[in-house]
């Protein structure tokens, strides 16, 4: 048996997860999401990133970004390392793609924050 604390919503549920026989069972949810939740942390686990790339703006040196959707949880510190060799040399607006498909996934790298003509 496993336990997780789900977090698709504010309950924060402690789950027991076990797998019996090929079939996932799920107790300790309040809502029907936990289900889905557990069932997905058991056979492949996603998250979505936020993190930082540098910039070539002297005084804007970094700038907030996230992954478009989630990713594989397995590909996170890959997609990290990755992203410390991008620097954004031209202005963005909030939303802009920074970096398509990254490491070949379906998933793009977006700006969550703007930066203006000459930074």
Same mark, same amino acid.
């Given at each position: 048996? *496993?336990?997780?604390?789900? %977090?698709?919503?504010?309950? #924060?549920?402690?789950?027991?997860?076990?797998? $019996?026989? #090929?079939?996932?069972?799920?107790? /300790?949810?309040?809502? *029907? $999401? /936990? %289900?889905?939740?557990?069932?997905?942390?058991?056979?492949?686990?996603? !998250?979505?990133?936020?993190?930082?790339?540098?910039?070539?703006?002297? /005084?804007?040196?970094?700038?907030?970004?996230?992954?478009?959707?989630?990713?594989?949880? #397995? *590909?996170? !510190?890959?997609?990290?390392?990755?992203?410390?060799?991008?620097?954004?040399? !031209?202005?963005?607006?909030?939303?802009?793609?920074?970096?398509? *498909?990254?490491?070949?996934?379906?998933?793009?790298?977006?700006?969550?924050?703007?930066?203006?003509? /000459?930074?």
């Amino acid at each position: 048996m *496993k336990e997780l604390l789900c %977090i698709v919503c504010p309950n #924060g549920c402690r789950l027991q997860v076990e797998n $019996r026989m #090929g079939t996932i069972v799920v107790t /300790g949810n309040q809502c *029907k $999401r /936990g %289900i889905g939740f557990a069932q997905a942390e058991l056979t492949n686990p996603t !998250r979505t990133v936020t993190t930082t790339v540098r910039t070539s703006f002297p /005084g804007i040196p970094a700038l907030p970004v996230r992954t478009s959707r989630e990713i594989p949880k #397995g *590909k996170i !510190r890959e997609l990290v390392d990755f992203l410390k060799t991008v620097t954004v040399t !031209r202005p963005l607006n909030c939303g802009d793609v920074v970096v398509e *498909k990254a490491l070949g996934l379906d998933c793009n790298i977006i700006a969550t924050d703007h930066i203006l003509e /000459g930074g």
